[in-house]
């Protein structure tokens, strides 16, 4: 059958024409999502909006969330994380969380979020967040997916870090039934107790019909915080594994100093929850110019250029602050940037870049 | 009459006058959060539903009566985005919320000044170096003689006629006035580089007159006529309304002038005082504060700008006390009484003055 590229050709311009600045206000988004909002608030042109359907009490201070997502939602791989969007008194932050659904389920979606102390979107989560709220989600995103080729794997977690893990593993159970050969699988988790532990039923009952997955779990209220020899004393073949991490980041650094010892860091995966590196030790202090506000500031060797930006009375849009909602991609017209997360150097010229993760190589010119 | 100032500020008048001003300015953005977003979310709809039913009744009526109300609908519309929406959000008031349609960068309003231009000569020049002559272009707008200080030209003596003028084509002296085409005639500026400048501008008006005379009209083609009409009259009507209470701002009798000297080795303190004596007030009612964008709270706003403009009536009585208590005049007054001073000026000052005042400005 011959393919229909004159009719996807012909949408497309459709839609682009219809996005035309030249019919505004017409085609303004804001104001018709705020008209959909009122028939149907899931209703959005833009936004990815989701509707809270269930609320499950997983441990004491762990929460899961049933959402359905309009039809903006492209769906996500196991493993990729989200952006949700809280308006909190006025302000909106947004934050990012693993999805632990399978994602063969269309149209509902988990989010896990355990109360953090001092946390202001967890806790408003918690307390405000009802069945019938709607919340505002980004695209998945992240790179914490499986790989295509079916070797034997490792997937090691601690606390929360378990939520991206379940997603893997209803992957992986979805790829036996569907005849692919299966792999060896072991889930290693840390956690403080069996009350603490999140999805522990989940994943019994994963582990009940499946002999390939195998379950290794770690109470650290008996038995002390593990060191990573310890641990990995159940699994005495790990180096030959593909390893997916995601933890605190004290049992991340732990785990990566391990793998890295052993000259093994490239069969390790890692998904970070919050505190990255955000500062390089190295570097020169660099002049930012500002080409819309006509401010000059500086940077600090290392710094990213949100804080610095701010220190400088400048009021850069910004969400997530770790790299991953891009609220806060910015325009640079010239000068070289190192991203904080993955080390990478950019382009000279024409670029966006996000500020919250980026910091200078030379001096800048940057649209703010 | 000379309104340059001359009194400066003692050394610990001027840092006592910043601690009290600070604290008040404080004491509202510490407590910014969901009303002051329902509070501009509110004037969003209500913008848009006039605009809606404004341009409803103009294309779809036939009779005088959905002709008229719908003009004024419109032209309502205008004046509440253009005001409280589109030069608040611009000056940053709502950038905390963190929400893309409040940004102060990402904001286009409904007029035919490029938003990016008007941060620059608005945001940066004119609240910088509020009534410098010879730095704060505003002044005058580069084609009005309003003090004696301003050095007299033949050209000024028709200046009741460019005040009519600007009055009824206020958009477009906004528009075109960031691109400092003064210095064109004057020889500083080539005409590549005026061309180069007059870029945003012109994608701008491409923009505006497309909308308002080609899309709206067409939409309903068989009274394109009268769509065209109701929005230029539409258009008018802002345009005369913001250069009525623009114009109360800075102008009417007793606001003073600064020469450049006294912005060297300016303290915020100093600041403070240049915005207090160099602005005036205008009283009424609240809606009529809500029309004018809180510009008739002029001098809290030149105080705080990126203060949310509905929160400077809550504050003004404290300012006032402020002022009192440093002996600065509080300039507030009826809206008759402030413009009718500021055409006084515009009239006096088309005549040259008795040489009694040192020439501070050109023009």
């Known amino acids: 059958m011959p393919t229909p590229v004159l009719p996807l050709r012909l949408r497309d311009h459709a839609s682009r024409m219809l996005r035309s600045p030249l019919l505004h206000p017409l085609n303004d988004a804001d104001a018709i999502n705020d008209l959909l909002a009122l028939a149907n608030p899931r209703w959005s042109l833009t936004e990815i909006r989701a509707e809270v359907v269930g609320r499950e009490q997983q441990t004491a201070d762990t929460l899961r969330f049933w959402l359905r997502p309009n039809r903006r939602w492209k769906g996500f791989r196991a493993g990729q994380h989200v952006a949700i969007t809280a308006e909190i008194d006025g302000v909106r932050h947004t934050r990012v969380y693993s999805l632990s659904c399978d994602p063969a389920v269309p149209g509902l979606l988990t989010l896990t979020v355990k109360r953090q102390a001092d946390g202001r979107v967890s806790n408003w989560l918690h307390d405000q967040l009802r069945v019938g709220s709607i919340v505002t989600l980004g695209d998945a995103d992240g790179d914490f997916v499986l790989p295509t080729h079916g070797g034997p794997l490792l997937l090691l977690s601690a606390g929360s870090g378990i939520t991206p893990m379940l997603a893997l593993l209803y992957e992986l159970r979805a790829r036996v039934r569907a005849g692919d050969t299966e792999q060896d699988i072991v889930l290693v988790h840390v956690c403080r107790d069996a009350g603490d532990q999140i999805f522990a039923n989940e994943v019994r009952e994963l582990a009940a019909d499946w002999p390939a997955l195998r379950i290794e779990t770690w109470h650290s209220a008996s038995r002390g915080r593990p060191a990573p020899d310890a641990l990995l004393a159940a699994v005495p073949d790990y180096a030959t594994r593909d390893t997916f991490l995601c933890g605190p980041s004290a049992f991340m650094a732990d785990i990566e100093a391990h793998w890295a010892d052993r000259g093994i860091t490239e069969r390790l995966r890692l998904e970070r929850f919050g505190a990255a590196p955000r500062r390089l030790e190295t570097g020169d202090a660099s002049e930012v110019r500002c080409a819309r506000s006509e401010r000059i500031f500086t940077t600090e060797a290392g710094e990213a250029l949100l804080p610095a930006a701010e220190r400088a009375g400048l009021k850069p849009a910004y969400g997530c602050r770790i790299g991953v909602c891009r609220t806060c991609l910015c325009h640079k017209r010239g000068g070289t940037v190192e991203n904080l997360v993955t080390g990478e150097r950019s382009g000279n010229g024409d670029e966006w870049i996000r500020l919250c993760v980026s910091t200078p190589r030379s001096d800048l010119e940057l649209e703010i | ?363």
């Open chain 2, 1 to 363: 009459m000379s309104t340059l100032n001359r009194k400066r500020l003692s050394r610990e008048d001027a840092a006592a006058l910043q601690t009290d001003l600070d604290a008040v300015r404080d004491s509202v953005m510490n407590t910014l959060g969901e009303k002051d977003v329902a509070h501009i979310r509110r004037m969003i709809r209500r913008a848009r539903g006039s605009a809606i039913a404004g341009r409803a009744m103009i294309g779809l009526g036939f009779d005088p009566v959905t002709f008229v109300v719908g003009v004024a609908a419109l032209a309502h519309a205008k004046i509440v985005e253009n005001m409280e929406i589109g030069h608040n959000v611009m000056h940053g008031q709502y950038d905390w919320t963190n929400d893309p349609a409040l940004n102060s960068q990402r904001y286009e309003w409904d007029n035919v000044c490029d938003a990016g231009m008007w941060r620059h000569f608005h945001n940066y020049e004119h609240h910088t170096y509020t009534n410098i002559l010879g730095k704060d272009r505003d002044f005058g707008y580069t084609i009005l003689r309003m003090s004696d200080e301003q050095k007299w030209h033949p050209f000024f003596l028709f200046q009741p006629v460019w005040n009519a003028i600007l009055a009824l084509a206020f958009e477009w002296g906004v528009g075109g006035h960031d691109i400092g085409a003064e210095r064109l005639l004057d020889g500083k500026m080539s005409w590549k580089e005026f061309k180069e400048r007059s870029r945003p501008f012109h994608k701008k008006i491409r923009k505006q007159l497309f909308k308002d005379y080609v899309l709206f009209p067409l939409l309903t083609f068989w009274n394109a006529p009268r769509v065209l009409l109701a929005n230029l009259l539409a258009n008018l009507i802002r345009n005369l309304w913001s250069y009525a209470i623009i114009f109360c701002g800075h102008f009417p009798e007793g606001t003073q002038v600064f020469s450049e000297a006294d912005s060297d080795n300016e303290t915020r303190g100093d600041w403070y005082y240049r915005q207090l004596c160099g602005s005036a007030n205008i009283e009424g009612s609240r809606a009529f504060h809500v029309l004018s964008g809180h510009l008739s709270h002029q001098i809290e706003h030149h105080l705080f700008p990126d203060m949310p403009a509905h929160r400077y009536a809550e504050i003004a009585p404290q300012v006032q006390a402020i002022c009192a208590k440093y002996g600065i005049a509080y300039n507030t007054a009826s809206f008759a009484r402030q413009y009718g001073t500021v055409l006084g000026k515009v009239f006096r000052h088309a005549l040259p003055s008795r040489r009694t005042t040192p020439v501070l400005a050109e023009t």
